[in-house]
């Protein structure tokens, strides 16, 4: 659950996320930032493998492979 807020060209959203679930491997036509308020998410960038937990942020380039997975002891709340 959470909040939608979207522009001409971009959106953001605030997600809670359950521990354990992600989404396989897409890509997206824009690029995508992902603020980590809470939890931890483990990524898949085109083959890079990247750990962000509290107060990190991924970048996802603009059609770039990728994946992402919600990894520890907690649920995961996202600004994207």
């Known amino acids: ?3 939608v807020v979207t522009g001409s060209r971009a959106h953001v959203a605030l997600v809670r996320q359950p521990r354990g679930t992600g989404h396989g491997l897409r890509s997206c036509p824009g690029e995508q930032f992902t ?9 898949d960038l ?5 750990r962000a937990p509290k107060g ?6 603009a059609a770039m492979p990728h994946r992402l997975a919600v990894g520890g ?3 995961a709340v996202l600004i994207a």
Request: aromatic share 8%; charged share 15%; hydrophobic share 45%.
């Open 1 to 3: 659950a959470g909040a």
């Open 35 to 43: 603020y980590v308020m809470q939890g931890c998410l483990f990524a």
């Open 46 to 50: 085109d083959g890079q493998l990247l």
């Open 56 to 61: 990190h942020v991924l970048h996802i380039p």
């Open 73 to 75: 002891e907690e649920d």
